[in-house]
């Protein structure tokens, strides 16, 4: 299944990149799984999207919870709690 991946704000600055679309594996089920996946990267991966750091989440531009399932083709989007201008 192929995803969009939209990084914003501090963990756009931490990871260097604002957007990547990536081919996730055939376990990646949800919105959680495509997190952890994404730390397996190393660093700064595992540390900016660490487990139980401040991060929001949202799939196809509306605010998630860790278990919503992911789609062919949907956009996954990591921020700060709070951004600004």
Known sequence: ???NLKFFASVREA???SDESVVVPDSIATVGDVRAWLR???EPW???LAEGRALRMACNHVMTEPDTRITDGCEVAFFPPVTGG
């Open 1 to 3: 299944m192929k995803i």
């Open 15 to 17: 990871l260097g990149t």
């Open 40 to 42: 397996t990267r190393g």
């Open 46 to 48: 595992s540390e900016t």
